[in-house]
């Protein structure tokens, strides 16, 4: 790096690393919100029921998933998988997504997987089909097949391990406390860069697919592991799963129930929300702050306006009643989270000012009404000459009538022209995967509480309509997500192996007993 670039990326490092640091207390406080609902007497238990009588709705309701054994009995080995994953975090600062200071190299991670699973593919007498796809050079995706088994198996139903990527987010090395580009193990604690998102995940099932080519237990579902490039960053679209899946890549997925494995926490996570960006600018004209009668003050405006907008917003997408089915902590909601004025000085009025922020979107509402309902209010407004709009002392005005000038609010969307990639998705929980999953989880654990949460994963709520059945789970720890000092803990991934066997054993047992009932 040279010393001129220094400077942008160390701005932009920092920048990050603020922005990791918010997202990693707002998932602490998830989890201690979670913990204090389970100690508060009745709303605990309430919670707790309505989670228990709902899967025991779902077993009566729901085509059995057979008790079956875990017929694959496959299993990590604790020290060729910590080997591996080292190799892949060796590569991890050559796979941070923060355009355009890191642009990652996720080839570097399918060389390393290619490396394992090559020796198991069928060019070399192995069970496994491997196929690397590539949109642009030196970002590659990986799909890796292990067939049915079964005689009559052209129509085997498929079962998806999908969603793992093999980009991470940055990592400001100076405010670790050990060095994010190598793994370091202390005791069960694994830390570095990508432990928890997500190339332990990558490890992990690049192993178990090492393990099931080596057993090539009999199986009466295709098995199929997709990693994606590009899931940390939406600048580049086209190139990671949003170019697989219309391009036909995953077409064989829709038969069957898929595993989107880039969650937290070894639960099942049943519900997400949708995220759309905006910008609100509002222009109004500069002057001295001794004459605010000359001037329309853009930043009062686009308080007056904000406001009024989130007060719409929330009167509109209300709580709805399935977050509480579905265990939301929060429901939709609209926060501003950046400010940014024309510079000046501080006896001057600006001439524009922007608000930025998000709109996280619960599942049940849709996001391209939420648009159209946004930019309606905001073109009212526009055209009301902000009548509805309150003012901030007598002397507080939107418009100039001596001088012809009003002000001006424009909307803006940071997808504008492309396809909504991050909405939300609420889980098919009658579905036969999630039950497998739920039973697996049990059966390793000792219980499974699913839950859902207002983060977001890009394109499964469009898989999911193009008739994608999609479960989310992931064995990471939900607080070290995006955060320094990153972790997971080697038993969480060492019970994941045991986990993912024991859900593609009931699975593949459930459309055994499915087709031959039929």
Request: charged letters at 25%; hydrophobic letters at 40%.
């Amino acid at each position: 790096m040279t010393s001129e670039a220094q400077g942008p990326q160390t701005a932009a490092l920092a920048a990050f690393a603020a922005v990791a640091a918010a997202a990693a207390a707002a998932v602490v406080l998830r989890r201690k919100n979670s913990t204090a609902k389970s100690s508060a007497g009745g709303s605990s238990s309430a919670k707790a029921d309505s989670v228990d009588e709902q899967l025991k709705k779902l077993y009566s309701s729901t085509p059995a998933i057979p008790e079956a054994q875990d017929t694959f009995n496959l299993r990590l080995d604790e020290a060729r998988f910590v080997d591996f994953l080292g190799r892949l975090l060796d590569e991890s600062e050559h796979l941070q997504n923060f355009p355009p200071e890191f642009i990652p190299k996720e080839d570097l991670v399918v060389k390393h997987v290619l490396d394992i699973l090559n020796l198991h593919s069928t060019e070399n007498g192995g069970p496994l089909e491997i196929e690397q796809v590539s949109f642009t050079p030196g970002r590659s995706n990986l799909i890796i097949r292990y067939p049915s088994t079964a005689a009559d198996s052209k129509d085997a139903p498929t079962i998806g391990l999908i969603g793992s990527h093999m980009d991470v987010v940055p990592a400001v090395k100076e405010n670790w406390k050990r060095d994010p580009f190598h793994l370091q193990v202390e005791g069960d604690m694994m830390y570095g860069r990508g432990t928890t998102d997500c190339l332990g995940h990558i490890a992990l099932l690049t192993l178990f697919f090492e393990a099931l080519a080596k057993k090539r237990p009999e199986t009466h579902a295709n098995i199929v592991a997709v990693f994606i490039c590009s899931e940390e960053a939406t600048d580049k679209p086209g190139i990671g799963v949003d170019g697989l899946e219309p391009k036909g890549y995953l077409k064989a997925l829709q038969n069957g129930t898929s595993l989107w494995i880039d969650a937290s926490d070894s639960e099942p996570c049943i519900g997400t929300a949708g995220a759309l960006q905006w910008h609100l600018k509002a222009t109004g004209k500069r002057f001295h702050s001794g004459f605010p009668n000359l001037a329309v003050n853009p930043i009062e405006l686009l308080t007056e306006a904000s406001a009024y907008l989130q007060d719409k917003f929330y009167a509109k997408y209300a709580p709805h009643p399935e977050e509480k089915r579905f265990g939301y902590l929060n429901p939709s909601t609209i926060k501003p989270t950046q400010i940014s004025a024309a510079k000046g000085g501080l006896n001057q009025i600006p001439p524009t000012a922007t608000f930025s922020g998000d709109i996280r979107l619960t599942p049940f509402y849709d996001c391209a009404e939420v648009i159209e309902s946004m930019n309606t209010w905001v073109k009212e407004l526009n055209e009301t000459r902000f009548a509805a709009l309150g003012t901030r002392g007598p002397v507080s005005k939107y418009e100039l009538p001596d001088e012809d000038l009003i002000g001006k609010l424009e909307l803006e969307w940071a997808h504008d022209g492309e396809e909504i990639l991050m909405e939300g998705i609420a889980c098919n929980i009658d579905s036969p995967g999630f039950l497998a999953i739920c039973d697996s989880i049990k059966s390793v654990r000792g219980a499974v509480k699913p839950y859902s949460i207002c983060g977001s994963l890009p394109l499964v709520r469009s898989m999911q309509r193009a008739g994608f059945d999609l479960q989310i789970t992931g064995f990471g720890a939900s607080d070290a997500y995006h955060a320094e000092n990153e972790y997971c803990r080697l038993s969480d991934m060492l019970n994941a192996c045991k986990i993912l066997s024991l859900y593609c054993s009931k699975l593949q047992a459930f459309y055994k007993s499915k087709k031959e009932s039929s």
